[in-house]
């Protein structure tokens, strides 16, 4: 269903398909943490990327370009690549068999500009720009299913939409952007893009130290070791990956929609907009009664308004 801000429109997806790392990659088995497997993680998230025509670009194909890219950087972060499996007492772990992340490239007739100046989710009618897996008693079940799933739309002006959908066992917010990085940089003709350890708590390891370049990327040594080397972005640093693929300019990066979760309306995300006058600010999506919300937007107003 399109957007009443759209003009009408569908979106043509072909098959989606498989995709494994390009490598042989290590057959084991990656255990979660306590963290990592509890019930409130055990869903899927969605971010979307927008992104105009370049002229430098006329005649590629940014789905063919994004697929392999993709199986290039699953080789350093192969369990992505793996499926979750429940153990004695509903424990999580990871089957690192190379059986691939979900991929589907799409068309519709709707250019970059169609979409306006999006400052915010949710995206334009997010749900036709990601391929979501399938769904028991509504509700999208984690255990024997791809852990990413990836759809590139390409526009009629040449531009394309990035949508992906991460499980969140596996990865956060900084954890998958850092695999989106990777992807990028292969997609931009990297011949050794950089891999650092993720998020630890074990899972997202890559088999590559951390690499200066990335003085931004802060890391701590939990009493376990390195296995469970954490990593942190600073929130200010949270636009460094927001620009990738070298395409056109990027429209739009960030969640698809406001909030996702097991507990419907619950959010957690933040992302800069600009108001009216055209000044930056931060987004911080909440969900409250709508009686409660009155009272707290006047509030909000009243503080605001003394500034």
């Known amino acids: 269903m399109a957007s009443s801000l759209l003009p009408a429109f ?3 997806r072909g098959e989606p398909v498989l995709v494994a790392p390009a490598e042989q990659t290590p057959r084991e088995t990656k255990t979660l943490s306590d963290i990592d497997d509890g019930e409130g993680m055990r869903f899927y998230s969605s971010g979307i990327h927008l992104y105009r025509a370049n002229p430098d670009k006329q005649g590629v194909d940014p789905a063919a370009v994004i697929r392999e890219a993709l199986a290039r950087a699953l080789v350093p972060y192969y369990p992505l690549a793996g499926r979750l499996r429940e153990e004695a007492g509903r424990k999580l772990v990871v089957d690192c068999e190379a059986q691939g992340v979900m991929f589907v490239e799409a068309d519709v007739d709707l250019t970059a500009a169609d979409f306006g100046d999006v400052q915010s989710p949710p995206f334009p009618c997010f749900e036709q720009f990601i391929l979501e897996s399938t769904t028991v008693a509504g509700v999208e079940p984690v255990i024997d299913r791809p852990l990413l799933y990836i759809q590139v739309t390409r526009l009629k002006c040449g531009g394309f939409i990035f949508g992906q959908r991460f499980c969140h066992c596996v990865a956060d917010a900084p954890g998958g952007m850092q695999f989106e990085k990777a992807v990028c940089e292969l997609a931009c003709g ?7 350890p993720s998020w630890g708590r074990e899972m997202f390891m890559a088999r590559q130290p951390p690499q200066p370049s990335y003085p931004h990327l802060e890391y701590s040594e939990p009493a376990g070791g390195p296995v469970d080397r954490m990593l942190t972005t600073p929130p200010g640093d949270v636009a460094r990956v927001l620009f990738f693929f070298g395409w056109g300019e990027a429209v739009y990066g960030g969640p698809a929609k406001g909030g996702e979760g097991p507990i419907p309306g619950v959010t957690n995300y933040f992302s800069r907009s600009k108001n009216g006058k055209g000044e930056e600010s931060t987004v911080v ?10 009272k707290f937007q006047l509030e909000v107003e009243g503080l605001t308004a003394e500034i």
């Open 10 to 12: 569908a979106v043509r």
């Open 190 to 196: 990297a011949a050794a893009p950089s891999i650092t």
């Open 285 to 294: 999506p909440i969900s409250l009664p709508k009686d409660a919300m009155d």
